[in-house]
């Protein structure tokens, strides 16, 4: 799970109004449509935005690697905000925000970028078929028809690229497989009290492009994953920030898991795995075991870089260690987010996202 | 420390015994301060007003797209630009009216905005959550939800109806809430961006972009993108407001400085009396021990003191003064150059320490040789009362040379020099050098009235008057000086006057002036009155923006109407000239272009246009007052093919005259307020005039304050010296002369010395006011004024002048008239 700090117009604009839950996240949903168990899920429709829910996210992380076999990691995310319940209304008058965000991650160093748009006048938008979505100069474009799409699958094959200061990246992502759906059948809770969203991914995408690191291009292929999740009100009050974990694991297994942690110390835990042939495994809230191993000064947060993932129940135990311990993303609203190694009982490679180690 | 406190004390009873005199230095140093600190009191506020209009979302420091051509462009080029990875953020601008207010709606989008630009992200948006509606949402969310916010200043905002109340638009739209933001320029709402467009009438159209940053790998120029429609202005390049108003401030500054110079000379007289009268008084003091360090420490902290207290006197009354004028000031800068400046003034306490300061310097140096001779008194020289007159004669060799150095000056800067400083140092000049003449001429002129008058008495008026012009000399150059720029000034105003309202009954030669408020329908607007029998033609008056060489140029397209060729004014004009442009050959140019450019009839001139850039001729020169930018007049199809963004809603209506009302309301009821605007020719003259009548009010106000100090500096004089005349005036009345008769020549002479003051003023005033039209107004405005001369004003203020000599005169005089016989004696029995 990815859940993001998307009430971010909270954030850029007034910092201080912001009190409740991380990036508001934890806010009233009254007005807004809400997540029910039992949805079915239809592409390419479900690729498109969803108007009614408060947040939605386009999600993208990729583990790459280039000739000499070093690893890199790229991000590439575009959020949508509604400021009011209902119906976005076109122009200006939309009351769609739109944010983006861009990573990537070498080795020994790591860029981010943001973008911010309104809805409404063709500065950032998407659409399902053909899947186009994108904000200012950075886009993740299908170039599929709905009617050629396998299943109705317009982003089985989509292009990414984005632009920051001192790098860029342009990718090919192919898969043939279809996207899979997280919890139970893609109702994905994130508390005891109930909260939850919507959430299907992509996990099975093949990589290839260049990324260009101070004017050096650089070919690259991997791999890379696909979250596509939206929701009106996905956190607790009194939860603050969590820990996401996107593994790809050996034989082409995958295996998502996350954490909620709440005030009082405790945590929510979730997590879904997936076979290669796409059959979906959700993992309850005491089959996971999340353990820190180390942390990182990043700017005086000390954040947990080095974890020890256990679910006894399928004999899996990993320690897992950051390509970059200083992947920190320096956008408006700041969070982790890297490429990562593990080893244990399973090894590969994945992404890791932390939010809500704030510095105080 | 005693003594010191001692010496004070017998220096201050001196003031005691002549409180005339100390209200005389006080008023004269207050006047001079109120003036001057009045006078950069609305520089300041104006300043003020440019500098937050021009950091208003970061004018200051970033760069914009504007575009190359008219007010405003399509959205779609935003998004474009966006696309292709340009940080810019849209704004659109313009004015609407509201409750007879004028107020400029600025639209911007807060989420692309850049972090720091200017007053709306920083200081606007983080007033901190808006709590009026106890929501405690951000304003930034405020905005971008409906009915989103309109941030003003508390002023703007409290003479629009309050905080969250919305006004209705004269064109019938509503505005958001309105809420107080500080750092705001005056009479500007900020809201967002769509919701301005709704205001504006100009859906889908923005008026600029500020630049962050243009993309790194630029795979396609800003004309690539924009189709040349766009163009990079750079911050500094923006800040044509404080240029083009700069000519305006300098010449307030002028005459506050004016001012002030005859406010120091009163002071100067004061203190140069006051020394002389107390020079007695100071040689005893030495005689008794104080030091001539300690001394001359005493005077100039009593000095200090005096003048500082004067200068707070002073500084107050420059507010008052600046609180008065202010509307008159802000209303000509809107006018003239589309300024906005705030209607309450809100002053820096530097500023109110730079009027005292100004006060207690203007002191010290008027002060100056007095405070020398106190430092250097010889011990036991005799008192000479009447020393400080004799050395008036004596320096009236030393005034001619420096008349005459100036006088060099003035030439030489009239034949080699060019600019507006080079005008007033020209200005500076001839005025200092006429002051400086002035008691010599008067001497003379005394002179040689006294040898064509018969018999003793009458000789005795003309010898005494010159006796006594060097103790008013002061007195006289500061009526001299402030008599000649009024003459000056007021002779430019109604010059400009006449010429001004002649050039508009020619200019604004059509019945109706039609604008449509929204662009799409003006073809329609143009079409329903081209049908009408009782409208003769519809002419456009279509313009676009351009620069020539730098310069902000409109150029106004014109269709062929003897409305033109028979009215429009030239100033110059090849032949054919009217008939060149037509056919799209030549072009007209206004004065100012002509004047900046040094271009004549029959000069090439190009004209960049996005359209394809073109080479004409000057066919003509016309005069285009009032414009701070330049003009071109080209044929109306030409401004089409060349500018494919000009503004095209404006028409001017030939009708005939008794079918105006006529075609007015049925104009209006067809088409609605809210799309079209239509306005006779006698309301735009009226608007013209009175545009140019406050323009010239804070002009003519300080010329009359400045006249009341020169009268205050005169009776000052007379009055100080009134003591100082006993002994001429008791020999006379010892020889049988009645006190009535001597008091009465009293009156006469002060009136003589006025008149012919008032008379040498005349033909200096003249020459200020040629120095004005012809020199200062061509290099402020770029525009050059016949003289004309008005005898009817110059006869008003010489009766003004004798009215204040008489007045001045006439305490001393009934004084004397009154003064008991034993004080006449006494002045033979004095010790002299």
């Known amino acids: ?360 | 420390m005693k003594r010191h406190l001692w010496t004070l004390a017998v220096l201050l009873s001196h003031w005691r015994r002549r409180p005339f005199q100390l209200m005389t230095l006080v008023i004269g140093l207050a006047v001079a301060t109120a003036l001057w600190s009045g006078v950069q009191a609305l520089n300041v506020q104006a300043r003020q007003s440019y500098d937050q209009a021009a950091r208003l979302i970061g004018g200051d420091a970033f760069a914009s797209l504007r575009p190359t051509n008219g007010t405003n462009f399509e959205q779609a080029l935003y998004v474009t630009l966006r696309r292709a990875g340009w940080d810019v953020s849209p704004v659109i601008e313009g004015d609407v009216r509201i409750a007879d207010r004028s107020i400029r709606i600025v639209g911007i989008d807060p989420v692309t905005l850049p972090q720091g630009a200017g007053p709306i992200t920083r200081d606007a948006l983080d007033d901190g959550p808006e709590t009026a509606d106890g929501s405690g949402e951000s304003r930034a969310v405020r905005l971008l939800t409906a009915p989103s916010l309109a941030l003003g200043d508390a002023e703007t905002v409290a003479a629009l109806g309050g905080v969250d109340t919305r006004p209705t638009l004269g064109n019938g739209g509503q505005l958001p809430p309105l809420v107080v933001a500080t750092s705001l320029p005056p009479e500007t709402l900020v809201t967002d961006v769509g919701v301005a467009q709704a205001l504006l009438d100009q859906p889908g159209r923005l008026s600029r972009l500020i630049l962050t940053a243009a993309p790194e790998t630029r795979s396609q120029s800003l004309a690539d993108l924009t189709g040349g429609a766009l163009e990079r202005v750079e911050p500094d390049d923006q800040g044509d407001l404080e240029r083009l108003t700069d000519s305006f401030h300098l010449n307030l500054t002028a005459f506050g400085f004016l001012s002030f110079l005859v406010g120091l000379f009163i002071v100067h007289g004061a203190i140069g009396l006051a020394f002389e009268q107390r020079r007695p008084m100071l040689r005893t003091m030495r005689a008794c021990g104080v030091s001539a360090r300690a001394l001359t420490a005493v005077m100039l902290l009593e000095l200090t003191t005096i003048s500082a207290l004067a200068g707070i006197i002073g500084t107050v009354a420059g507010y008052v003064i600046a609180s008065a004028l202010l509307p008159d000031v802000a209303a000509s800068l809107r006018g003239l150059y589309g300024a906005r400046v705030a209607g309450e003034l809100s002053l820096q306490p530097s500023w109110w320490l730079a009027g005292v300061a100004i006060s207690v310097i203007g002191a010290l140096v008027a002060a100056g040789s007095s405070l020398y001779r106190a430092w250097r008194l010889p011990l036991f020289a005799t008192a000479q009362p009447e020393a400080w007159a004799g050395a008036e004669a004596r320096a009236r060799r030393w005034q001619l040379a420096a008349a005459v150095f100036l006088a060099a000056i003035a030439i030489g800067v009239l034949l080699q020099a060019s600019g507006l400083v080079a005008g007033f140092v020209l200005m500076g000049s001839v005025l200092l050098a006429a002051a400086l003449l002035l008691p010599s001429a008067l001497v003379g002129l005394l002179a040689i009235a006294q040898r064509l008058v018969r018999g003793p008495v009458a000789q005795w008026f003309f010898a005494d008057a010159r006796q006594q012009s060097g103790g008013l000399s002061l007195a006289l150059m500061a009526l001299l000086l402030a008599l000649a720029v009024n003459i000056g000034v007021g002779t430019m105003v109604d010059s400009f006057r006449q010429t001004f309202t002649g050039w508009l009954d020619q200019r604004l030669a059509a019945e109706l002036y039609v604008g449509a408020r929204d662009p799409a329908r003006a073809a329609d607007i143009a079409d329903w009155l081209e049908t009408r029998n009782d409208v003769d033609a519809v002419l456009p008056v279509w313009d676009a923006e351009t620069r020539y060489r730098g310069f902000p140029v409109e150029v106004f397209g014109f269709s062929n109407h003897p409305t033109y060729s028979d009215h429009w004014p030239l100033l110059a004009s090849l032949p054919d000239a009217w008939s060149e442009a037509e056919a799209g050959r030549a072009v007209l140019i206004s004065e100012q272009l002509a004047r900046r450019f040094a271009l004549a009839p029959g000069d090439p001139i190009d004209i960049a246009a996005p359209g394809g850039d073109w080479d004409g001729t000057v066919a003509a020169i016309y005069s285009d007052y009032g414009n701070p930018r330049g003009q071109v007049m080209i044929a109306v199809d030409e401004l089409v093919a060349r500018f494919p963004h000009a503004e095209r809603g404006n028409f001017a209506v030939r009708v005939a005259p008794e079918a105006v009302d006529t075609v007015m309301d049925d104009l209006t009821a067809a088409f609605g307020a809210g799309t079209v605007e239509v306005v006779d020719q006698r309301t735009i003259k009226d608007i013209s005039q009175r545009i140019f009548d406050r323009t010239f009010a804070v002009t003519l106000a300080l010329n009359t304050l400045t006249l009341i100090v020169a009268g205050i500096a005169l009776l000052a004089s007379l009055l100080t010296l009134a003591d100082a005349r006993l002994p001429q005036l008791a020999p006379l009345w010892a020889l049988g002369l009645t006190r009535r008769r001597l008091a009465a020549m009293e009156l006469i002479k002060a009136a003589t010395l006025a008149l012919l003051t008032a008379l040498l003023a005349i033909p200096l005033g003249l020459a200020v006011a040629w120095i004005l039209t012809n020199v200062i107004n061509v290099e402020a405005f770029g525009w050059q004024l016949p003289v004309y001369a008005f005898p009817e004003q110059w006869l008003r203020l010489i009766v003004l002048a004798l009215i204040t000599a008489i007045a001045a005169a006439a305490w001393p005089a009934l004084s004397l008239r009154r003064m008991p016989p034993t004080k006449l004696l006494k002045v033979f029995a004095d010790e002299r």
């Open chain 1, 1 to 360: 799970m990815n859940v993001r700090a998307v009430l971010f117009i909270l954030l850029v604009f007034a910092v201080p109004a912001f009190a409740q839950g991380f990036a508001g996240l934890g806010t009233d949903a009254e007005g807004y449509s809400t997540v029910e168990p039992g949805r079915t899920f239809s592409f390419p429709v479900d690729h498109g935005p969803h108007e009614g829910f408060r947040i939605e996210w386009w999600y993208v992380t990729a583990n790459l690697e280039d000739t000499d076999g070093n690893d890199y990691g790229l991000q590439w995310t575009l959020f949508r905000q509604a400021l009011a319940p209902g119906e976005e209304g076109e122009g200006w008058e939309s009351s769609a925000l739109w944010m983006g965000h861009a990573g990537l991650t070498t080795g020994e160093r790591h860029f981010s970028a943001e973008k911010f748009a309104r809805g409404g006048i063709g500065q950032a938008d998407v659409t399902a078929a053909p899947f186009e979505a994108f904000i200012d100069d950075w886009a993740l474009t299908g170039d599929i028809a709905a009617e050629q799409a396998p299943d109705g699958d317009t982003m089985a094959e989509v292009a990414v690229n984005a632009t920051g200061a001192d790098f860029s990246y342009a990718m090919t992502l192919t898969t043939e497989r279809a996207p899979v759906l997280q919890g139970e059948a893609g109702y994905s809770v994130k508390s005891d009290a109930g909260q939850a969203s919507y959430y299907y991914s992509q996990p099975f995408y093949r990589a290839e492009g260049t990324i260009t690191v101070d004017g050096e291009a650089i070919p690259v292929t991997g791999t890379a994953w696909l979250d596509r999740e939206w929701s009106s009100q996905p956190l607790a009050d009194d939860q603050e920030g969590w820990d996401w974990f996107s593994l790809h694991l050996p034989g082409d297994d995958k295996l998502m898991l996350f954490q909620v942690r709440s005030e009082d110390g405790s945590s929510y835990y979730s997590g879904t795995w997936f076979t290669p042939d796409g059959v979906a495994t959700p993992l309850a809230n005491d089959a996971i075991t999340m353990t820190p191993l180390g942390t990182t000064d990043i700017d005086g947060r000390l954040v947990p870089t080095q974890w020890r993932l256990e679910i006894p129940s399928r004999d899996f135990e990993i320690t897992t260690e950051a390509l970059n311990p200083q992947s920190w993303m320096a956008t408006t609203f700041a969070y982790w987010e890297g490429p990562i190694r593990f080893s244990g009982t399973h090894e590969g490679k994945g992404y890791l996202e932390m939010t809500g180690y704030d510095s105080d």
